[in-house]
């Protein structure tokens, strides 16, 4: 089982501010990277996924890869507090994806 | 397209009961994924389907089996209810590499 870690937080940013939540994968092999947003009591949904090195933008989102040193990051600009929530890093194993713990977001008003 | 939908959304067994918890997906995917998350920690697989007749073994299979007997559905049953069971089960499916999520099912056993 290949692991991918997350440091838990909270991670506490003030509203407008850049939020930057990292993850690092053990499998030197892999492909296809995902982002998750999980709210409390909610279901996962889907907010990016990267297969390149380098950046990749969706509007206040950005992915960014790094595959030679093997992590994964996503940065949220202009934080909002409806950006509170659990962000679960997600890596591709064959036909599954393997999850990390999850990096709780904090969005301060 | 409803997505994924899962039944019921709440559910309390009592130790030693069984049980099946549904899961159906409307967008034709081939993939589907059955996840426990325990409070606080992420998602680990109990078990997954690349198509109908075909399912493998996740991380946490034991005390738990499926049948993937259609493309839509993917039935998980419980058999012998344990308090370490107690959890929310999510359903997923793929068409491919990105999985959508159904809204969940928490099971508390007692």
């Known amino acids: 089982q290949k692991e991918v870690e997350q440091n838990s937080g909270p991670l506490s940013v003030p509203e407008g501010a850049i939020a930057s939540l990292n993850c690092t994968y053990s499998d030197r092999g892999s492909q296809s990277f995902f982002w998750y947003r999980q709210y409390s009591g909610k279901s996962p949904e889907l907010i990016m996924f990267?297969?390149?090195?380098g950046d990749k933008e969706d509007g206040r989102f950005t992915a960014q890869l790094n595959k030679a040193s093997q992590y994964v990051s996503l940065l949220i600009r202009d934080s909002q507090p409806s950006d509170s929530a659990t962000y679960l890093c997600a890596v591709q194993e064959g036909n599954k994806l393997v999850f990390g713990a999850g990096t709780i977001l904090r969005v301060k008003s | 397209n409803a997505g994924v939908t899962q039944t019921p959304k709440f559910r309390i067994l009592k130790i030693g009961q069984s049980m099946t918890l549904q899961c159906a997906q409307d967008m034709n995917h081939n993939y589907m994924y059955w996840y426990r998350q325990d409070p606080g920690m992420g998602l680990k697989l109990i078990y997954y389907?690349?198509?109908?007749?075909?399912?493998d073994k996740g991380e946490v299979p034991n005390g738990y089996n499926v049948s993937r007997s259609t493309t839509e559905d993917f039935p998980l049953r419980l058999e012998l209810a344990a308090p370490s069971q107690t959890s929310v089960y999510f359903c997923?499916?793929?068409?491919?590499?990105?999985?959508?999520f159904g809204p969940g099912t928490r099971l508390t056993v007692l």
């Open positions: 389907s690349v198509g109908a007749g075909i399912t």
């Open positions: 997923a499916s793929s068409p491919r590499d990105e999985q959508f």
């Open positions: 990267i297969y390149s090195n």
